[in-house]
């Protein structure tokens, strides 16, 4: 049978893929234009296995909050490069999923995977394959969080540059306090809530760096004794959230200002695209001057 232009027109829209394949693909099936979108995903299948085992340290952050901010989740999609991070169907992927994931509170990102994106449609895991077709690129779920707040508790979430994502969650508190303490954590990069939960170990390591650091001074021992502990305070403040300066009035601490809210920070996450990613780097040079000698 005859393939129209506006066959192949509406084919290419549905995957991304390029004029060819999709006539190629309708002319295989008859002009079936579902059953021509499988054909190609089938086709693919091979495509898109060869870029799983490519590196995709960049990415964008995807990011759902609850219209009654009870209920919120953060995701890391990552992308080989950043051109295809920002564009349209990556992002809009990417808050999907955050949206899929506060919805059905999946286990990891295998059972992530398995759910559909959204009501009555592929899993995430089909819409990921289709987006690998039409961007040309490793493509993957990294890492999620997902918040649900009870009682009087709730919600705030911040995303900045698509690269930085943060839920807090305050039990009391308003709207404006929990957005505001998610924005300070994107910009401020604490590690804990409060200095109780500083492992004991990682406080002794600090203590023992500082406490050598002292003695070069020649001071007395008491004195000594002092400069440690002011050090190691001055250490707790910079990495833990209640301890930090405001981000927008430096004059008060966090703790200050939640409980001048009468709310108290039950927890926060904080991801930041790309963190812990070994990335290689290439020597072009050298690269080539290897091609030349192999050849």
Request: hydrophobic share 40%.
């Amino acid at each position: 049978m005859s393939i129209t232009a506006q066959q192949v027109k509406e084919l290419r829209e549905r995957t991304g893929l390029g004029m060819m394949e999709c006539k190629g693909a309708l002319t295989e099936t008859n002009g079936d234009m579902d059953a021509a979108a499988d054909l190609l995903r089938k086709k693919a299948g091979s495509k898109v296995e060869k870029k799983a085992g490519r590196l995709a340290a960049d990415g964008a952050v995807g990011l759902y909050v609850g219209g009654d901010r009870k209920i919120a989740a953060v995701v890391e999609v990552n992308s080989e490069t950043d051109f295809v991070a920002k564009g349209d169907d990556f992002i809009a992927f990417a808050e999907a999923v955050a949206e899929c994931i506060a919805a059905n509170n999946p286990a990891d990102v295998d059972a992530l995977y398995a759910l559909p994106l959204k009501k009555g449609s592929e899993t995430v895991a089909q819409v990921r394959e289709d987006l690998v077709m039409k961007l040309g690129e490793n493509i993957g779920v990294r890492r999620f969080a997902r918040y649900q707040s009870n009682g009087g508790g709730q919600i705030g979430g911040y995303v900045h540059g698509r690269k930085i994502g943060v839920l807090v969650e305050l039990e009391g508190g308003n709207e404006g306090l929990s957005k505001d303490l998610a924005m300070h954590v994107a910009a401020s990069r604490p590690e804990y809530v409060t200095k109780e939960q500083v492992p004991a170990d990682a406080i002794a390591k600090e203590k023992e760096v500082f406490a050598e650091q002292a003695k070069a001074s020649g001071k007395p021992a008491n004195i000594i004794e002092k400069m440690v502990e002011g050090r190691v305070n001055k250490y707790l403040s910079e990495i833990t959230l209640l301890g930090q300066p405001f981000v927008k009035d430096p004059d008060t601490t966090v703790e200050k200002l939640v409980k001048s809210n009468n709310a108290n920070v039950a927890r926060f996450v904080r991801f930041e695209v790309g963190e812990g990613i070994e990335k290689k780097t290439s020597d072009f040079a050298a690269e080539v001057m290897a091609t030349v000698k192999g050849g």
